[in-house]
C-alpha cells in the first residue's frame, strides 16, 4: 500500500477507530508538522508507571522542556520522577514543592522588573496540585497506542501557519468559533502545558527564555498543546475537511493541496483553467 492509500485509509475510519499513530500521521502527512507529536501523561498513580513504554533513561536531571526536545525530535519515550527535574520554576507547576515568596519572586524579576509582579507570576501560573503527581510520561504520541493509554495533552511544536490549521480544525471539531491562550514570562511549556490540562481546552504559547535554550525552541516556532480527550476529535474533523474540499490548505476557495497557492484575491496574474 503506497502513502497515499494509507492516508486514504486512515480518513476513510470513524472517529472512534482512529488511533493515536493515524493522528500523528494525520498531522505530519497533510501539515508537514517538522516533529512528531508528542503525548504527555501526568503520573498520578505511581502504578502505573509500569505500563509505560520506555526506551531512554535520564542519566542526570533534565528540564521538562528538554524531554519534549527529545520526544519530538529523538523519538525517546522517558519518564521524569519528581525529583529528576532540573528546572526550579517548573517544580511547582507541577506540584512537586510549595512555592517560595522570596526565590521565585527573585526568578521572575528579569523579567518583568516590579517586585510585586514577579511574585504575582509565579502565583498565577496553572499548577498541578501539591504532592499528586509523582512524575511525567512523554513520548512519540504514536507510542501511546503500544502502552495502551491516553495522553493528557498532545504537544506539538510547529510553525504560526500550521497551528492556524490545526486550530481551526480544533474548533470545528469542539463547537467553539474562537479561542483564549495564557502568556506567562516563562514557563511557557509547563506551565502552558499544565494550563491546557486543567482548563481541558488548548493553549498555545511562544518560546520563552528557557525554553529556548534548554528545550531548544526555535524562535519561529509556537508551542501547541492539545487536551488528549480532544486530538482525536480534532483530527477526525481534519481529515473530514479535507475530503469535503479535496485538500488541507485553506487558502483561497479552500481545499488546495499544502500549503496552497499564495495569491491575493482578485489577482489578474494567477489565472489558470485544469487541463
Known amino acids: 500500500m503506497g502513502l497515499k492509500e494509507a492516508m486514504a485509509a486512515i480518513a476513510a475510519k470513524p472517529k472512534d477507530q482512529l488511533t493515536y499513530t493515524d493522528v500523528a500521521d494525520t498531522y505530519v502527512y497533510y501539515v508537514r508538522v517538522d516533529f512528531d507529536?508528542?503525548?504527555?501523561?501526568?503520573?498520578?498513580?505511581?502504578?502505573?508507571?509500569?505500563?509505560?513504554?520506555?526506551n531512554a533513561k535520564a542519566k542526570a536531571k533534565l528540564t521538562y522542556c528538554q524531554h519534549l526536545a527529545m520526544a519530538r525530535g529523538g523519538h525517546k519515550?522517558?519518564?521524569m520522577p519528581a525529583n529528576m527535574l532540573l528546572c526550579e520554576n517548573a517544580e511547582p507547576v507541577f506540584g512537586f514543592?510549595?512555592?517560595?515568596?522570596?526565590?521565585?519572586?527573585?526568578r521572575h524579576m528579569k523579567y518583568l522588573r516590579n517586585e510585586e509582579l514577579?511574585?504575582?507570576?509565579p502565583v498565577g501560573k496553572a499548577k498541578l496540585p501539591l504532592g499528586k503527581c509523582?512524575?511525567?510520561?512523554?513520548?512519540?504520541?504514536?507510542?501511546?497506542?503500544?502502552?495502551?493509554?491516553?495522553?493528557?495533552i498532545v504537544f506539538f511544536m510547529l510553525l504560526p501557519y500550521q497551528a492556524y490549521h490545526v486550530l481551526n480544525d480544533y474548533m470545528a471539531a469542539n463547537g467553539r468559533s474562537s479561542l483564549t491562550f495564557n502568556h506567562t514570562?516563562?514557563?511557557?511549556?509547563?506551565?502552558g502545558s499544565v494550563w491546557a490540562?486543567?482548563?481541558?481546552?488548548?493553549?498555545?504559547?511562544?518560546?520563552?527564555?528557557?525554553s529556548k535554550t534548554s528545550g531548544k525552541s526555535d524562535m519561529s516556532m509556537l508551542n501547541l498543546f492539545i487536551p488528549g480527550s480532544q486530538i482525536k476529535a480534532s483530527a477526525a474533523q481534519f481529515l473530514r475537511r479535507i475530503s469535503e474540499t479535496g485538500?488541507?490548505?485553506?487558502?483561497?476557495?479552500g481545499g488546495e493541496p499544502w500549503p496552497g497557492m499564495d495569491v491575493c484575491k482578485g489577482c489578474p496574474l494567477f489565472k489558470y483553467e485544469a487541463v
Not at 490540562?197 to 528557557?210: F, S
Not at 485538500?247 to 476557495?253: A, D, R, T
Request: net charge negative.
Open 37 to 54: 507529536p508528542v503525548g504527555i501523561k501526568f503520573c498520578m498513580d505511581e502504578a502505573e508507571v509500569a505500563k509505560y513504554k520506555i
Open 134 to 152: 509523582y512524575g511525567i510520561y512523554t513520548a512519540p504520541l504514536a507510542t501511546f497506542d503500544e502502552a495502551g493509554l491516553d495522553p493528557d
Open 118 to 121: 514577579a511574585w504575582q507570576a
Open 97 to 106: 514543592r510549595e512555592l517560595d515568596k522570596e526565590k521565585d519572586t527573585k
Open 185 to 191: 514570562p516563562n514557563s511557557a511549556v509547563c506551565s
Open 197 to 210: 490540562y486543567v482548563n481541558n481546552t488548548a493553549n498555545m504559547t511562544t518560546m520563552c527564555a528557557g
Open 247 to 253: 485538500g488541507p490548505s485553506v487558502l483561497g476557495k
Open 77 to 79: 519515550a522517558m519518564f
